[in-house]
């Protein structure tokens, strides 16, 4: 098992759902907590919990991955006893929209594409160098079924995460000869704020998406992660599928 104990994890998108729970785990595990997100408050929050409850040290900043140069100088800027990140779990991600391609919002796909393709490269292209000169470290990318399968409205957000998958592949192709273990978790449905982000707000929408079925929870995900985490360093856990027992397929959900 590798250890935890004392170990730098940085988590994208700490301030809600997967990347939440991601903290929690991992610093219940003992490792030291370095987490990033735009909502500060919500991480400040969770730094005291996360500090009470296991006396793990915290770090919170505010970031916005979508944009580069803030990325690369808060990764550059970040204090000594921060700067030697073990663990990179890149989270932060959205959905926006669930229109045909000839309906939807050009600043739906931007926003997606910006955030869940281009902001997981920003801080991984910010975060890996460090790793390769340490000879040390582990990127985890959170993916989806959506990297796998596509449903009817989701063009852009499922190129986003075929695009994870590939840079997830990719990653492990450039650093096969570093001791660098790059591993994706891809779920299905996770009850979190996704889909309340996806429709703008639209919470009566958002909560017919989790009717009538039993979906993972935050903490399932999380639990996954850590899992990928805590191999052996020989061993290395490619991708992880995570489905709800009722969701067969992005298209197949037995609701009852
Ligand atoms: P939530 O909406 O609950 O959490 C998303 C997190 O991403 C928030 O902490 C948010 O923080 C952060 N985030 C979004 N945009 C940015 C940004 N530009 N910069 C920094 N942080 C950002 O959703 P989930 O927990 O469900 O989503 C986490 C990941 O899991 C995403 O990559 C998503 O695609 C993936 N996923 C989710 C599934 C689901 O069914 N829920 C299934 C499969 C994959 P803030 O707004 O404070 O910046
Ligand atoms: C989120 C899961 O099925 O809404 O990645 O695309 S799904």
Known sequence: MTSLRN????????SSGIG???ARIFAADGARILMAARRLDRLKKLADELRA??????HAFDLD???QPAVERAIAGLPPEWAAIDVLINNAGLSRGLDKIHEAKISDWEEMIDT???????????VIPGMVKRGAGHVINIGSIAGHELY???????GTKFAVKAISQGMRIDLVATPIRVSSVDPGMVETEFSLVRY???KEKADKTYKGLTPLTP???????????TRPPHVNINDMIVMPQAQAGVLVVNRV
Do not use: E, Q
Request: proline fraction near 4%; hydrophobic fraction near 40%; include cysteine.
């Open 53 to 58: 409850a296991h006396k793990v040290p915290v």
């Open 7 to 14: 170990k730098v994890v940085f988590i994208t998108g700490a």
């Open 200 to 202: 703008h707000g639209d």
């Open 20 to 22: 939440l729970a991601c």
């Open 116 to 126: 869940n393709i281009k902001g997981l490269l920003y801080v991984s292209r910010a």
């Open 65 to 67: 991955v979508r944009d």
């Open 152 to 158: 009817p409205g989701g063009n852009v957000y499922c």
């Open 219 to 229: 903490d399932d995900i999380a639990d996954a992660v850590h899992y990928c985490a």
